[in-house]
């Protein structure tokens, strides 16, 4: 299946190793709305988020705003951490409370000495970051209906909960303007193409809280056939 979701960072860990992380990089608490970095800020640390969600924003030439990645519990934030006189290349801003996990240049060996398995896990985070990243790139000049929908399916993949219900709810609040710099588009095509969803029963919900149809929508996106 294209839409399954990989493992986060986190749930490639032992317990033993993430209560060990914990404790020599110990976590730290955010509120919604809370700015943890900015676009072109040095970047000292890598950053492990524990609970919640963080977007991350890249500003482009004229100021406008292009949201690449919307962060969950167990992905990692500033990868080019250990990069000589690293820049955080976005900005990121909680969507939620959150709960992060901040490992300093100076404790990256004693992670790497005493859980050597946090180094391999890693390496395959990125590796599928990689791939995710080469995803996106093909379905960028796919039609708006299309992106919206396939950015709904996979925020519902990723961060509702299962239940036996058709429908998953988002827990996060996003914006038309969220959706639109998620999609490479502008707010009154999102909102045009979400009356379209709402028609086909495939999204409901309105002013930053949505539900998805999950099997219906997935089953929609696959008539598009192959894009590009």
């Given at each position: 299946m294209p839409y399954l979701r990989q493992p986060s960072f986190l749930e490639l860990l032992s317990e033993y190793e993430r209560q060990?992380?914990?404790?020599?990089?110990?976590?730290?608490?955010l509120e919604l709305g809370e700015l943890l970095y900015r676009q072109g800020d040095p970047c000292h640390s890598l950053i492990i988020l524990i609970e919640g969600q963080v977007k991350l924003l890249k500003i482009a030439g004229r100021g406008q705003e292009r949201i690449v990645y919307v962060a969950g519990g167990g992905d990692l934030l500033g990868i080019n951490f250990l990069s000589q006189d690293?820049?955080?290349t976005t900005t990121a801003i909680c969507l939620s409370r959150?709960?992060?996990?901040?490992?300093?240049?100076?404790q990256v060996m004693q992670v790497f000495r005493e859980l050597p398995n946090v180094a391999l896990r890693l390496a395959q985070v990125l590796a599928d970051r990689v791939t995710q990243l080469e995803g996106q790139l093909e379905v960028s000049s796919a039609p708006a209906a299309y992106r919206l929908g396939r950015a709904f399916l996979w925020l519902a993949q990723r961060f509702s909960v299962p239940d036996f219900s058709p429908w998953r709810d988002l827990p996060m609040e996003l914006r038309q303007e969220d959706l639109a710099a998620m999609c490479g588009t502008t707010r009154v095509t999102v909102t045009n193409t979400l009356g379209e969803l709402r028609n086909l029963g495939l999204v409901e919900g309105t002013r930053g809280r949505y539900r998805v149809n999950l099997k219906a929508l997935e089953h929609w996106l696959e008539g598009f056939g192959e894009v590009g």
């Open positions: 060990r992380l914990g404790q020599i990089c110990p976590p730290r608490a690293a820049e955080h959150a709960v992060i996990c901040p490992v300093e240049k100076s």
